[in-house]
C-alpha cells in the first residue's frame, strides 16, 4: 500500500514533506490535520468502470491511522459501495469529481456515505455525488458542507441522523430534487441546518418520535 501523499497548505510547487497539524478545517467545529491522501494513491482509477471500494477504504484507513486529515476523491468518476468514513477525516471532492454508489455485485448497502461511531467528520467539496444517501449514527461533531458539492439530477439525497450529536448541514443549493432529512434517536442532539439548507431548499423532515423536542434548528 503506498504511503499517504503529504502536503503543505498553500505550496504551488506541490512538494512533499512532514505531516503539519493543527490547520482549521472549513467550519470552526470541525478540524483535521494537514495530511492529504489522495485515493489514487491507493489503486483507485476513476474511469467510471473500475470498483475502487477497496482502494477508497483503503485511503480513508491510511488517513485515520496517520493521525487524520483530509481524503481527496480527484477529477473522475469513481465506483464505489458504501465509503465508510473514519474519525478525524473529511472526504473532499474535487471539481469535476463523481462518486457514484455500485449497486449489485455483492454490494447491499443503500448509503454512498456513512460515518458511524466517529469523532470530528466532514465531507465536502465542489464534485457530485451520485445513488445512495449519507447516513450518520452514534457520531458526534460532523460537518456536511454542501456549498459546492452536487447531487446526480434527480438524485435528492437521503440524510439519516441517528443518535449523533453536533451534525452541521451547510448549503445544500445544488440539489433540485430535494432534500431528505430523517432524525431518529433519543441521544440525536443539536442538528443545525444553514444557509440554504436552512432557507431556499425546505427539507422533507422525518423526525422521529423518539427526538427530543428542539434538536433540530434553522440558522
Do not use: F
Not at 29 to 36: F, G, I
Amino acid at each position: 500500500m503506498s504511503a499517504p501523499r503529504q502536503t503543505h497548505p498553500g505550496s504551488r510547487s506541490g512538494r512533499t514533506g512532514p505531516v503539519m497539524r493543527s490547520v482549521a478545517a472549513p467550519s470552526p467545529s470541525v478540524q483535521v490535520p494537514a495530511l492529504t491522501v489522495d485515493i489514487r494513491d491507493h489503486g483507485a482509477v476513476g474511469d467510471g468502470t473500475t470498483d475502487c471500494t477497496g482502494a477508497i477504504s483503503a485511503a480513508v484507513a491510511a488517513c485515520a491511522q496517520a493521525g487524520g486529515g483530509r481524503v481527496l476523491v480527484p477529477r473522475g468518476t469513481w465506483l464505489t459501495a458504501t465509503v465508510h468514513l473514519r474519525s478525524n477525516v473529511r472526504l473532499e471532492l474535487a471539481r469535476g469529481a463523481i462518486l457514484r454508489l455500485i449497486v449489485g455485485n455483492g454490494h447491499h448497502e443503500p448509503s454512498l456515505l456513512c460515518a458511524r461511531d466517529c469523532r470530528n467528520v466532514a465531507i465536502g467539496g465542489r464534485g457530485q455525488l451520485a445513488g445512495g444517501g449519507i447516513e450518520i449514527a452514534t457520531s458526534r461533531n460532523v460537518l456536511i458542507e454542501e456549498r459546492g458539492l452536487q447531487v446526480a439530477p434527480g438524485e435528492g439525497p437521503v440524510l439519516s441522523v441517528r443518535d449523533s450529536q453536533d451534525v452541521t448541514i451547510e448549503g445544500m443549493g445544488n440539489v433540485g430534487a430535494g432534500l431528505y432529512l430523517d432524525l431518529r434517536g433519543r441521544l440525536t442532539r443539536n442538528v443545525r441546518l444553514r444557509g440554504q439548507s436552512a432557507r431556499s431548499v425546505r427539507p422533507t423532515v422525518l423526525l422521529g418520535i423518539d427526538v427530543p423536542k428542539g434538536e433540530l434548528k434553522h440558522e
